[in-house]
């Protein structure tokens, strides 16, 4: 039977302590901001940050009906990688569009920009910094993402 020298002890505890502090995960900056078209709000558009530098998982969000979005990175961390990302932003089919009307209680579309392009995906060049990022997407300036 071997047994562990006690000098060999106050090490393992150390090493053990270092790699639990480990354990926050990546560093992340949060993302917040709004898609808009002519100034109007995109309402359920599909926002990915996908890290290029460095390489990593990507964040993501659907925009509230007032065009706004928050990025998570997991189911409890909100936030993408720091870093340089490819963003594609993805709109909805119009069909999919649906807010309740606070005076009737009926789901209705609501008014969209014109020109709205439904299921139009584009993509960005961001660079996701720590801390606070707020990054507005207009439709107006992104590039149509390759493959569709």
Same mark, same amino acid.
């Given at each position: 039977?071997r047994f562990?020298?006690?000098?060999s002890i106050?090490?393992t505890?150390?090493?053990s302590?270092?790699?639990?502090?480990?354990?926050?995960?990546?560093?992340?900056?949060?993302?917040?901001?709004?898609?808009?078209?002519?100034? =109007?709000?995109?309402?359920?558009?599909?926002v990915?940050?996908?890290?290029?530098d460095?390489?990593? /998982?990507y *964040?993501?969000a659907? &925009?509230?009906?007032d065009?706004?979005y928050?990025?998570r990175f997991?189911e409890?961390?909100d936030?993408?990688?720091?870093g340089?990302? =490819?963003v594609?932003?993805?709109?909805?089919?119009?069909?999919?569009?649906?807010v309740?009307d606070? /005076?009737? *209680?009926?789901?209705? &579309?609501?008014?969209?920009?014109?020109g709205?392009?439904?299921?139009?995906?584009?993509?960005?060049n961001?660079?996701v910094?720590?801390?606070a990022?707020?990054i507005?997407?207009?439709?107006a300036?992104?590039?149509?993402?390759?493959?569709?």
């Open positions: 039977m562990l020298r006690s000098s106050p090490w505890l150390a090493l302590g270092f790699f639990v502090g480990c354990s926050d995960g990546p560093e992340l900056g949060v993302v917040t901001g709004k898609v808009i078209q002519q100034g =109007k709000p995109i309402p359920f558009a599909y990915e940050f996908q890290p290029i460095p390489p990593g /998982t *964040g993501a659907y &925009t509230q009906a065009g706004t928050n990025i997991t409890d961390k936030g993408a990688l720091v340089k990302h =490819k594609t932003v993805r709109t909805a089919a119009v069909d999919e569009i649906q309740e606070k /005076t009737t *209680g009926l789901m209705v &579309t609501p008014e969209l920009p014109d709205y392009q439904p299921k139009l995906s584009l993509e960005y961001r660079e910094k720590p801390g990022n707020e507005v997407f207009d439709l300036e992104g590039a149509p993402a390759s493959g569709g």
